[in-house]
């Protein structure tokens, strides 16, 4: 098992991990971050585990929809047309 | 918290003044991503469809209503939510994970790791469905900022308003459901306890 060779809290670098990777950490904040990590080798794979679940929810947005947009679409078009009062503004 | 553009403005006000060429430009900038949006969280084609056109009709009935107070996105965004949340609890879904923050326990009084045998993950197609399996046991506020965060043009202020939470809330939301995810997984990738 890797040991912690850091003084700093693990705790306070768990804390600051989303934010870390989501880039919104100032200058400091995050170079106290890479310190931690480089002296803690736990927590960079905790680190890399964390990065892993943020990786997964983009690549799950990148997937192919199983059905037809363009049908959906026409069908919100026809919607939305057909509730339109008669006499309202036309335009095109 | 994110306001309107100018664009977005006069978007809804030709919408609402019942300009097709506006509806399907709506539509089209929306419909695609919020599709996806809706069948991550629905896992269901059928539901999916019914939730998104639910959505835009909403959208464009209600242009007229569009205050500018967010954009024209974090507002349909909001509509789509309430649409798919219903949907939900319908079905009765009961959160597994993520109801507090998993590592609340996990460290000493130094601020250290109580335990510490954390195992690097492989890059395998096993590691990714895992984690995927972990997200859906999420509670469906953490699957949603999981999910919006993710949608690329949505700022986190602009998720915040469609998640109806202060931008810190979100930070804190996504925070712990990305460690409960983590969790779970690593429980079922490497034995972690």
């Known amino acids: ?92 | 918290m994110p306001v309107a553009n100018a664009t977005d403005l006069d978007l809804a006000r030709r919408i609402a003044a019942g300009e097709e060429a506006a509806a399907e430009e709506l539509v089209r900038a929306l419909g695609r991503e919020m599709h996806g949006y809706a069948w991550r969280l629905l896992r269901d084609a059928a539901a999916a469809e019914d939730a998104l056109q639910e959505t835009l009709i909403a959208i464009l009935q209600g242009a007229a209503k569009f205050d500018g107070r967010v954009s024209l996105r974090a507002w349909g965004y909001g509509i789509l939510r309430h649409k798919i949340g219903d949907l939900l609890r319908k079905r009765g879904r009961e959160a597994a994970i993520g109801e507090f923050d998993p590592e609340r326990d996990s460290f000493d009084s130094s601020g250290r790791w109580k335990s510490h045998d954390f195992q690097p993950w492989s890059e395998t197609a096993e590691t990714l469905q895992v984690v995927r399996a972990c997200m859906e046991r999420l509670p469906l506020q953490q699957r949603e900022a999981l999910e919006l965060s993710a949608l690329q043009g949505l700022d986190g202020a602009e998720a915040a308003a469609a998640l109806e939470v202060s931008p810190a809330n979100l930070r804190q939301i996504l925070h712990r459901g990305r460690a409960a995810v983590r969790r779970c997984a690593a429980a079922k990738l490497g034995g972690e306890a």
């Open chain 1, 1 to 92: 098992m890797n040991e912690c060779h850091d003084s700093g809290r693990c705790d306070r670098f768990y804390q600051a991990l989303s934010d870390f990777l989501d880039g919104t950490l100032s200058a400091a904040e995050r170079q106290a971050v890479e310190e931690h990590m480089r002296r803690c080798p736990p927590c960079e794979v905790y680190l890399e585990q964390f990065r892993r679940v943020v990786e997964t929810t983009g690549r799950v947005c990148r997937e192919d929809l199983p059905a037809d947009f363009d049908r959906v679409m026409r069908g919100v078009m026809q919607a939305w047309k057909a509730a339109r009062p008669e006499n309202g503004p036309q335009k095109n």
